[in-house]
């Protein structure tokens, strides 16, 4: 017996549990692509895996395989928050910083207000009510970025906002669950209780960048500096080796992660700062290694003339490249796709959402007026979502009347806008000469003056007085219609408001997890004969409806805009994007 508690005796599992585990992975992965590329949210399929093959369901899988899987599966959740952090623009980000802001306060206050509904439908206490606006006030991170990276916008303007946006929702849902759980611990209030995870985040959000700035930055270029001017290629090799950059990315990962998890806030939160410091810092490594570059090229480009300038030009430009590999460190990208991104597209994220479907009491959710409460709710809460999306429309209304809102966002724009006005200086032309008449209407123009010198049109006989006021109107259309083509692309209906919208509707785990501690605290209120509250179905029905129909409607609308753009691109016709101005990505 000694030996055998020592040690796990290998056993050699049958050709059921082999079949169960083998279709459960193959189908995630299979149901995954079919959706994805038809309407952009095989994560849904792979929840309804989840409940089928779960505890809700057949029951298929053992209880210590499912909580294995949800374990696994809340890392892979991590791994996708970090690589939402990665692909953040930093410079776009903080361009777009008080509009997330405002998403993500409309997207918190409203559903919360909106639950107070439930006294209407249900004998419920303020209290229970807050904690059911609390559960659907997040927005899930998982769901987030795999809409973002299935649809393509992940890197524009409205990914950044959306992702912004959700990370806050999810930030004041997780500083929920210490609240909630406190709550339903503590016999009286506290101030702690609410003022110590919402500290914390704030604490985290605002040392982790104060660190970069001052602690980092003059790190990595002091290291740099020395990286250049070391003789020895110990220091080449060391920062070109990706095993050290793996070790190095890693660390950046697991210390804010476990210090937010010490501490008392989201790590989460943590994972997505540590993505973020993450891909600031490849840019600023991008940016020394430039500044490095061209200072190599530049003092031989000063000497010499004509082909002596170009052949020593070329030469250092070869010296340079042949070096890139040595001088320039493998990025945060680069780590996260080699070693993790397979893993994390094929094992880790499929369990992450199946794992949300072993949570969802499918069950214990038909019976007597659960059904049609929890739809009603549902709508409810859906529609504090798309709320949301007003924010984008009163700043798109408003994007032409300031068109310096976002500067990295309209530099395309700005250059163009400077080359127009290089080609009025040279030929000595006006903006209505220059866009006011296209070459169909020119050559309209000239056939009427030809048709008119002929004698073939007769000549316009109305008074001089009536024939200048109706030029005047044609000069002041002409010149509206040369503006309306050089300005920003509008976005021509409400496309990237109900993209949004919907985008931030799903709930998905912090739902499920705030819901679940408030059931198991008490806060819900007493359970039904199978230990339920009717509360806690009615929130879930919620989840589960609004987890579901957000990303099904943003892959129906994505793929309906991408429909639209190809068109425009076939034909050429001088169509306004579907998107305007937040389908754009950002240039530095």
């Not at 020593?312 to 460190?329: C, F, K, L, Y």
């Not at 209304?397 to 976002?406: C, F, N, V």
């Not at 339920?532 to 129909?549: K, Y």
Request: charge should be positive; charged fraction near 15%.
């Amino acid at each position: 017996m000694a030996l055998a508690s020592a040690a796990l005796s290998y056993t050699e599992p049958g050709i059921v549990t082999i079949l169960i585990f083998a279709s459960f992975l193959l189908l995630l992965n299979a149901v995954n692509t079919l959706l994805d590329r038809t309407v952009y949210c095989g994560l849904v399929g792979q929840i309804l895996l989840g409940v089928a093959w779960g505890v809700p369901g057949a029951n298929w899988l053992p209880l210590e395989a499912q909580d294995t899987i949800m374990q696994l599966g809340y890392l892979g959740l991590i791994l996708i928050v970090y690589e939402g952090g990665l692909a953040t623009n930093v410079a776009s980000l903080k361009a777009n910083l008080f509009l997330s802001a405002t998403v993500a306060l409309v997207g918190i206050s409203a559903p919360i207000g909106l639950s107070f509904a439930l006294q209407g439908l249900l004998n419920v206490t303020p209290l229970q009510t807050f904690a059911a606006g609390a559960a659907l006030c997040s927005t899930s991170l998982g769901t987030t970025f795999t809409v973002l990276t299935t649809s393509g916008l992940s890197e524009s303007r409205l990914g950044v906002v959306l992702t912004s946006a959700a990370m806050m929702d999810d930030v004041v849902g997780l500083v929920m669950v210490q609240v909630i759980s406190n709550l339903g611990g503590a016999s009286t209030f506290s101030w702690v209780t609410v003022v110590r995870p919402i500290g914390v985040s704030v604490a985290f959000a605002v040392l982790l960048p104060l660190l970069c700035l001052w602690v980092v930055k003059p790190l990595t270029v002091l290291y740099y500096e020395a990286l250049t001017s070391a003789k020895a290629s110990s220091m080449h090799s060391t920062s070109a080796n990706r095993v050290a950059a793996l070790a190095f990315n890693t660390a950046v990962l697991l210390a804010p992660v476990t210090g937010s998890s010490y501490a008392g806030t989201s790590n989460l939160f943590a994972a997505y700062l540590a993505g973020a410091c993450t891909s600031w810092l490849d840019e600023l490594w991008s940016g020394l290694y430039g500044e490095q570059k061209r200072r190599a090229i530049s003092p031989v480009a000063s000497r010499g003339q004509g082909g002596v300038q170009r052949q020593s030009v070329g030469s250092a430009s070869t010296e340079v490249d042949r070096n890139d590999q040595q001088e320039r460190p493998t990025t945060g990208v680069q780590i996260y796709e080699q070693y993790c991104g397979s893993a994390v597209e094929a094992i880790l994220k499929p369990f992450f959402f199946a794992s949300i479907g072993f949570s969802i009491p499918i069950s214990r959710m038909f019976e007597g007026g659960i059904i049609w409460r929890g739809f009603v709710y549902a709508g409810l809460m859906a529609l504090g979502k798309l709320l949301c999306g007003l924010c984008l429309v009163s700043v798109a209304r408003h994007a032409l009347e300031k068109p310096d809102y976002s500067p990295a966002m309209l530099w395309p724009f700005r250059q163009a806008g400077r080359a127009t006005k290089q080609i009025r200086k040279k030929t000595g032309t006006s903006a209505v000469d220059v866009n006011s008449a296209p070459p169909q209407e020119e050559s309209a123009q000239k056939a009427s003056s030809v048709q008119a010198s002929s004698g073939d049109v007769a000549p316009d006989s109305r008074p001089p007085h009536i024939a200048r006021a109706a030029q005047g109107e044609e000069n002041t259309e002409q010149a509206n219609t040369s503006r309306k083509r050089s300005a920003l692309p509008k976005p021509r209906s409400l496309y990237p408001a109900a993209i949004l919208g919907s985008a931030m509707m799903a709930r998905g785990e912090i739902g499920f997890l705030i819901s679940s501690v408030a059931e198991s605290n008490g806060i819900y209120g007493s359970g039904t004969g199978q230990g339920t509250s009717e509360l806690f179905l009615v929130v879930t029905w919620a989840i589960l409806l609004c987890t579901i129909v957000g990303p099904v409607t943003v892959g129906l609308l994505v793929k309906r805009v991408k429909r639209l753009q190809a068109l425009e691109r076939r034909d050429s016709a001088g169509r306004d994007d579907p998107l305007g101005i937040w389908g754009l990505i950002p240039t530095a």
